[in-house]
């Protein structure tokens, strides 16, 4: 269950510090935060946090779309940026369903 739950620290503050890049100081410090719901010990909390972590999936593809079209545009390679983005977006992504196994709905009751 640690490996899980570092994870999705990892995960979060990768998007936080995607967000502090262009200096979104509120967001970002959001980011770092909503790990602390891991302390709800209430099922609500935990599929909020998922949904919260599938929503930064959404970020990750989002910003990969809009830098490609961008380097496409002027004719810059692309190629390496769709596989490091893809790559944090697919762990961002595996952290989210690593939260829907039976260990960690065991601990967050209904």
Do not use: E
Not at 96 to 104: E, I, K, P, T, W
């Amino acid at each position: 269950m640690i490996v899980r739950i570092i994870l999705l620290i990892i995960a979060w503050i990768l998007l936080g510090a995607h967000f502090l890049r262009d200096w979104n100081l509120v967001v970002a410090l959001a980011c770092t935060l909503v790990p602390l719901l891991l302390f709800i010990k209430k099922r609500w909390g935990l599929i909020l946090l998922q949904i919260l972590t599938y929503a930064g999936v959404a970020v990750w593809l989002n910003t990969t779309y809009t830098i490609v079209q961008q380097r496409i545009s002027i004719g810059a390679p692309w190629g390496r940026l769709v596989a490091i983005l893809g790559g944090v977006a697919l762990f961002t992504a595996v952290a989210g369903l690593l939260l829907n196994s039976a260990v960690m709905k065991g601990k967050y009751p209904p």
